[in-house]
């Protein structure tokens, strides 16, 4: 019993149990927007009555859980040395693919895009692309960490597989989920690794010239749906009972919040339905309709301060592999965030993207704890040593 107790202080003492603390309230806040989110009030066309679908005991429920499997997870990957984790590259980048691909069998298709998995036996539906994105990280900053240490990260060779790396996990996800967002995702955490990881700015413009270049290519790659979609996020009104009425019915609900809101189960958009996917998507419409722009400063306030901590700890790391894994989990915090937040506001494209933390879905939640618990461990390990596959 004494050594559990030490352990257990010894593990307070260590941990960066700030981060947890501020990660739990993120996502409390969130769990009593998906709580309103989850009711509906429906007019019957016969009586003309009013009848409350109340789906939000089931949301909330499924996300507590999510949220405790979550928090496992943060103290688990805190207890373990990024390096010892790194060591395993290879099978992780197995699992990334393997798990993805599982979409080709045990793939449903929702709103468009077939990136949830029905396991047979399984309670629940999985985004295998989103719990990826922990180990894409993982894997990236070993592949970046060992090309610094051998002092070549800069040559062709390894650019070339750094390349093919992010081409095999993009290609993956877009050949089986179609899931255009989470690819965007995968860019972005990418190039923010790269270039805080060390890989100097030629190779940037290098890329942007392939970009540019490919682009007409991917643009036809692109489903009808897709392209319009990308269209219209830029200018919902190009078809506002459309791909455009999800921003479009967003900027109302944000709008009528004003300052304070309308009240908490309260929001005319929220509570009609007027939202769609209201508890994922758009929960941050929720909060500026039903709390106002004071509930949306407060969202906005504690994902600021999840992703500066993140830096923080990155900055007190002493080993390129630990930096590297903190601002890959600070730039997709970031970047999940600006682009979701946008959408609500109908200031970029509709696609699909979760709010950390405050988003309904047990994927989206666990996945974020997990990869605090990777910031955790790099803040109570700053001084591990990064181990090579020889030695």
């Known amino acids: 019993m004494k050594t559990i107790w030490k352990a257990v202080k010894d593990f307070f003492k260590t941990a960066d149990i700030f981060l947890l603390v501020v990660c739990l309230l993120a996502a409390a806040y969130g769990v009593v927007l998906i709580s309103s989110a989850g009711r509906v009030m429906l007019v019957t066309a016969e009586t003309g009555q009013t009848v409350t679908v109340d789906n939000a005991a089931r949301l909330v ?24 984790l790194a060591r395993l590259w290879k099978w992780l980048l197995g699992f990334n693919i393997l798990f993805v691909a599982l ?19 399984f309670p629940v539906l999985i985004q295998p692309a989103e719990v990826v994105k922990v180990t894409f990280i993982l894997v990236l900053a070993k592949q970046l960490s060992e090309g610094l240490r051998r002092d070549r990260l800069n040559r062709l ?24 967002g989470m690819v965007v995702v995968y860019v972005a955490i990418f190039f923010v690794m790269c270039l805080f990881g060390g890989l100097k700015l030629r190779w940037f413009a290098a890329a942007a010239a392939v970009i540019a270049g490919a682009c007409p290519f991917a643009w036809r790659m692109l489903a009808d749906h897709q392209r319009q979609r990308l269209l219209v996020g830029f200018n919902p009104s190009a078809d506002p ?37 209201k508890e994922s998507d758009f929960i941050f419409a929720v909060a500026g309709e039903e709390l106002g722009l004071v509930g949306c400063l407060v969202i906005l306030l504690l994902l600021a301060v999840i992703v500066l901590r993140c830096l923080y700890a990155a900055t007190r790391s002493k080993t390129p592999l630990a930096t590297v894994v903190c601002v890959g989990v600070a730039g997709m915090v970031l970047f999940q965030s600006v682009i979701n937040v946008g959408m609500c506001l109908a200031l970029t494209p509709v696609i699909g993207l979760t709010l950390p933390f405050f988003s309904y879905g047990g994927s989206s939640i666990i996945t974020m704890f997990a990869a605090m618990g990777l910031v955790s461990s790099a803040y109570r390990h700053p001084k591990t040593h990064l181990l090579s596959d020889e030695e």
Not at 61 to 84: E, H, K, R
Not at 107 to 116: A, D, F, I, M, T
Not at 247 to 274: D, H, P
């Open 241 to 277: 009972l459309g791909y455009g009425w999800q921003a479009i019915q967003s900027k109302i609900a944000i709008g009528g919040g004003q300052l304070t809101g309308q009240g908490l189960y309260n929001g005319v958009q929220t509570q009609l339905g007027r939202l769609s996917q």
């Open 103 to 121: 979409l080709q069998i045990w793939g449903v298709e929702l709103l468009g895009n077939r990136s949830w998995l029905k396991i047979p036996g």
């Open 157 to 180: 060779p390894s650019v070339a597989l750094l390349a093919g790396h992010l081409g095999l996990m993009v290609g993956t996800v877009f050949l089986f989920s179609k899931d255009l």
């Open 61 to 84: 429920t499924v996300q507590c859980a999510a949220i405790a499997i979550g928090v496992v997870l943060f103290v688990i990957l805190s207890c373990v040395p990024l390096d010892l």
